[in-house]
């Protein structure tokens, strides 16, 4: 027989399991009720406690809450002329809006891009901002080593936020011409969240004729060499920071306009047919395979609505939102497509807005821009 004391052992070694199961099983139910709880509420739950603060700035809970929220629409306008910046957010189908607050820290903001929840902001003297406007968190970056000529509309000299799905760093990548005028170089700096500084990390021949784009960890660009049979599209990969380059898919003629998106994922080449001079009347979009990064696959032909002759259209800003295909042909209009519908036009999606806009996919995230913010919130 077990004497009294070994019995008592007993039975504390089987409730510590017990109060440490039932302590797991509670965290686990509280895991999964985070999870479905929406981001901006998760934002105020983080100053309860330094428990629920540390679970939920954990980087495994952050990004498995982000694969589960569900994207918007971003329209980001500028209001010259009362000096401020707008952001709505179609919220669903019916044309829903709701604006998003974010503090004002320069004038003439524009979005460079949106990734993961954050947006990447600039002014016109080169100055950079992250902003999660879900948490109201920003973080002005350092100034970049080469600013000069840098605006909205500067093909040049832009920024583009991405993000490494293997270390879940997000990077700001920043490329800005050579030296020398009219050199075909183009240089680039990093600067990771988290760091002190922007790193270069050297240079690609060929000059980029618009802003870049963002997809699975890379960064793509065109390059001025577009209508000749030297095309090719210039690869940033921002986790191992080297420099790769794709050439355009074949074509019988690649006489009209042609930009970069990203679509269901994939890198994609939007070409608008007709000569420079002409008028576009159709767009095709060709989509890169993810696996060999050489195959394109015709996706899908659109007829554009009618254009003024002297309008220069390329279609820089396209999206795949809602099942549907959005497309900003001038700076207040927004047009949409349905690739489900037996019908291949352009269709307005909604009235012609008061300012001009940029439009950008968006998530409503809890993506945390500096690690240290909450814990000084709640100590």
């Not at 929406?38 to 694969?67: G, I, Q, Y």
Request: aromatic share 8%.
């Amino acid at each position: 027989m077990s004497s009294p004391s070994k019995t008592l052992m007993m039975r504390g070694k089987k409730a510590k399991v017990v109060e440490g199961n039932a302590q797991l099983l509670c965290s686990d139910a509280l895991t999964e009720v985070f999870h479905r709880l929406p981001a901006r509420t998760l934002a105020s739950c983080r100053m309860v406690c330094k428990s629920w603060m540390s679970l939920l700035s954990d980087v495994h809970f952050v990004h498995e809450h982000l694969n589960r929220s569900q994207q918007k629409l971003l329209l980001f306008a500028n209001d010259r002329a009362n000096d401020r910046s707008l952001a709505m957010v179609l919220a669903d189908a019916n044309g829903y809006m709701y604006q998003l607050s974010r503090p004002l820290v320069a004038q003439t903001l524009f979005v460079h891009n949106s990734c993961n929840g954050l947006l990447c902001l600039g002014d016109s003297k080169g100055a950079v901002e992250l902003l999660n406007p879900t948490t109201g968190e920003s973080l002005v970056l350092p100034k970049p080593m080469y600013t000069a000529g840098s605006s909205q509309f500067s093909s040049c000299n832009w920024h583009c936020l991405g993000f490494c799905p293997s270390t879940k760093q997000h990077k700001i990548a920043h490329f800005y011409p050579g030296a020398h005028a009219g050199s075909l170089e183009v240089l680039c700096e990093i600067y990771t969240i988290g760091d002190r500084d922007w790193r270069q990390i050297g240079s690609l021949r060929g000059a980029p004729i618009d802003r870049g784009i963002h997809v699975n960890g890379s960064v793509y660009y065109l390059t001025r060499f577009r209508y000749i049979s030297s095309s090719r599209i210039n690869c940033l990969d921002l986790q191992r920071e080297k420099f790769d380059v794709l050439m355009l898919p074949p074509r019988k003629t690649y006489g009209g306009h042609c930009s970069l998106s990203e679509l269901e994922g994939k890198l994609c080449l939007l070409v608008v047919d007709g000569a420079l001079e002409g008028i576009p009347r159709t767009m095709d979009i060709l989509m890169l395979d993810n696996d060999d990064k050489q195959s394109w696959t015709h996706r899908y032909h659109i007829s554009l609505p009618p254009l003024m002759q002297s309008c220069y259209f390329t279609p820089r800003h396209t999206l795949f939102h809602d099942s549907k295909i959005w497309v900003q042909l001038f700076a207040r209009n927004l047009y949409c497509y349905d690739p489900n519908s037996n019908s291949e036009e352009l269709e307005i999606a909604c009235p012609e807005s008061e300012f001009p806009f940029s439009i950008h996919t968006f998530v409503e995230s809890i993506i945390p821009l500096r690690q240290d913010n909450f814990i000084k919130k709640i100590q």
